[in-house]
């Protein structure tokens, strides 16, 4: 065992952060950590490595192994240029690089028994420069460079002169050049394009040692982990598998509590009801009968309500306006910026009700498109065109349309005033604004926070034609699903750019890939992009712009019309054996009463002292109630099965 995690809580004046938190990590194992913002992921990362100091519990490393920890702010020497700054990592074998070099020297001088000697020195020494990685310790430096998209025109850049991002990148390749037995990495993805998140996931899925990672980036964990450690109030849920295996598994969890939960409830209350009934029955034996089941129902271990999941709430949004078919018409945009060219001779159409991404590599000008479309920028040439009754809603990633002012209702009720208070909360309930948070200043919210509101706002427009800009940029996890089902059940048409390639392909009919030379079409979610990306490419290179199909199987309409069928029978036989055992409940209950009143007569005439002299009668009134009482048992244990 690698690692190992023991009971961890921390806990701040705010409350409980981590409260016994324990799993562990295997040699060679990938895992990841996942919860909403606020969790605790980055603190369990600081009580892991040491920088925090936990209430009670500990984390106990395998003797000898070493770790790497990449923070969400990593430091590095500023004074060193990108390269020399990776290159420190191999000191040790730049160093026996200079011996071997400086032995090779005074070899070349010396002879005789001086030779020798210095001849086995040298061969030991190689020997170890070999085994350590001596001979291609330089190729591993610029596969790591190129890797994390830096150009051989970046090696020589000053750190202190890169950007925040830039450098958590320099930090991320000196960790990976270090090779320790378990890489801890605190969001990795949030600085990289696509192409080096594709080959950082190569490079960790290939990794010897053990990965543990903190990401909201669900496309990548499922590239990688094979062990998902869920942070939920404080505890930890340890799940097998990657994050799609968890996000079922999950579900299936919470499906099955939140089951067991209503079905104890439903069974206390009807254990109550039968309890109740049997007193009402008044004689002895039903008294007892019940007086057991109090005893049991108060013996039961009841299970607590499950906390109310948040992505169940989910919003149907449909536009008052409809748009005409054609939405966007493009016709050979281009766009520079002096000598930087960022694409030419961009065209496509937007129907209807589509969902497009567009994807491409930073600085192709997606950003810049969407603000062309918006006219916050001009093109250098081409033209668009909207299409009838298109009316476009925008979110950048600046969220500049929000006031830091108002609150949360305010901004909603202000923009909407036709709103009803209910419809209001619940729209803020469904992007996770609950309770007193629709109280908060809209200037105190987090990044994270303020995406999601104006998301909110942008959802209630009478806007037919959605424009998002990053629109998963600082949500977690669960955010992000919302958002997904918003977009998924949203009626209008839907263009977007962004990275996280889970909700692309949760959410896209359609990939639009920006190069310089123009768009490819991919007709299909990032899977399919996946797929046929090469392929395409090629093709594209040759004939312009192209279109593939993802090909949906039409078979599945008459899988689903078979499987509605059966399920409809299966459904009728149900509810007929359910009629027919109601039926004889009522039967049962009937039966009981006329026993019961029966039972009362006979006792009425035994206890008649008229007939007190009347042997012959007494000993049939006798034998005729204990016939009753005998029935009336049976009828009990029947009527509590089936009660049951």
Not at 237 to 256: F, L, M, T, W
Not at 443 to 469: H, Q, T, V, W, Y
Request: aromatic share 8%; hydrophobic share 35%.
């Amino acid at each position: 065992m690698l690692l190992s995690v023991q009971n961890i809580k921390v806990e701040f004046v705010t409350g409980i952060v981590l409260n016994d938190v324990s799993f562990h990590i295997e040699r060679g194992e990938k895992a990841a950590i996942v919860g909403i913002n606020g969790a605790g992921k980055t603190t369990l990362l600081r009580a892991i490595v040491g920088e925090l100091n936990p209430d009670s519990g500990l984390s106990v490393f395998e003797k000898d192994s070493s770790f790497g920890y990449l923070a969400q702010n990593a430091n590095v020497n500023t004074e060193n240029s990108i390269f020399d700054e990776l290159l420190e990592v191999k000191s040790d074998i730049i160093n026996m690089e200079k011996r071997l070099r400086a032995f090779e020297e005074k070899m070349s001088s010396v002879t005789g028994d001086e030779l020798n000697a210095l001849l086995e020195k040298y061969e030991s020494l190689s020997h170890s420069f070999k085994l350590l990685g001596g001979e291609t310790y330089m190729s591993e430096v610029y596969g790591v460079l190129t890797g994390l998209g830096f150009s051989e025109e970046d090696y020589a850049k000053k750190i202190a002169t890169l950007s925040g991002g830039q450098k958590t990148r320099v930090a991320l390749g000196k960790m990976l050049l270090q090779s320790p037995d378990l890489i801890i990495l605190d969001e990795p993805t949030n600085h990289l394009d696509l192409s080096s998140i594709t080959w950082l996931e190569t490079y960790l899925k290939n990794y010897k040692g053990a990965v543990l990672i903190v990401s909201h980036d669900r496309y990548f964990l499922d590239k990688i982990v094979t062990k998902v450690i869920e942070l939920e109030n404080g505890n930890a849920q340890v799940y097998s598998g990657n994050y799609s295996d968890y996000s079922v598994k999950k579900e299936q969890r919470r499906i099955a509590e939140l089951k067991a939960y209503l079905n104890q409830q439903a069974d206390i209350k009807h254990q109550e009801a039968v309890i109740e009934k049997l007193k009402s029955f008044n004689r002895e034996k039903s008294i007892k009968r019940a007086e057991s089941r109090e005893k049991m129902l108060g013996k039961i271990d009841r299970l607590e309500k499950p906390a109310t999941v948040d992505a169940d709430m989910k919003l149907v949004l449909t536009p008052h306006l409809q748009s005409g078919n054609d939405v966007l018409t493009v016709e050979g945009l281009a766009k520079s910026y002096g000598s930087l060219k960022l694409f030419e001779n961009v065209n496509f159409e937007i129907k209807r009700g589509e969902h497009v991404a567009i994807l491409g590599d930073n600085g192709t000008g997606k950003t810049t498109l969407l603000k062309i479309l918006n006219e916050l920028e001009t093109a250098d040439s081409g033209s668009f065109i909207l299409g009838s009754k298109v009316e476009i809603g925008y979110y950048d990633q600046e969220h500049h349309v929000l006031h830091p002012e108002k609150n949360l209702y305010e901004e909603i009720a202000d923009e909407y005033p036709y709103l009803t208070i209910t419809e209001i909360r619940n729209t803020l309930a469904a992007f996770l604004f609950t309770g007193d948070d629709v109280f908060k200043l809209v200037g105190d919210l987090s990044g994270g926070e303020r995406g999601r509101l104006s998301l909110a706002k942008l959802m209630l427009s009478d806007c037919n034609f959605l424009i998002l800009d990053e629109p998963t940029n600082h949500l977690d996890i669960r955010s992000k699903e919302i958002l997904e089902t918003a977009i998924n059940s949203y009626e209008g048409t839907v263009l977007y750019v962004s990275h996280d390639r889970y909700f692309i392909n949760k959410t896209a009919s359609r990939i639009l890939e920006l190069t310089g030379k123009g768009f490819v079409n991919f007709i299909g979610n990032y899977d399919y992009y996946l797929e046929k990306h090469e392929d395409v490419i090629k093709a594209a290179a040759s004939v312009g712009t192209i279109s593939l199909d993802a090909g949906k199987e039409s078979k599945s309409a008459a899988k689903e019309e078979t499987a509605s069928a059966t399920d409809w029978k299966a459904q009728k036989a149900q509810a007929a054996e359910q009629r027919k055992k109601e039926n004889a409940l009522k039967k049962c209950e009937e039966e009981i009463a006329r026993l019961e009143t029966e039972l009362e007569d006979t006792d009425t005439q035994l206890s008649d002292t008229s007939n007190g002299n009347n042997v012959a009668l007494l000993q049939e009134l006798t034998k005729k109630r204990e016939e009753i009482s005998g029935k009336l048992e049976k009828l009990y244990e029947e009527w509590e099965t089936l009660a049951e």
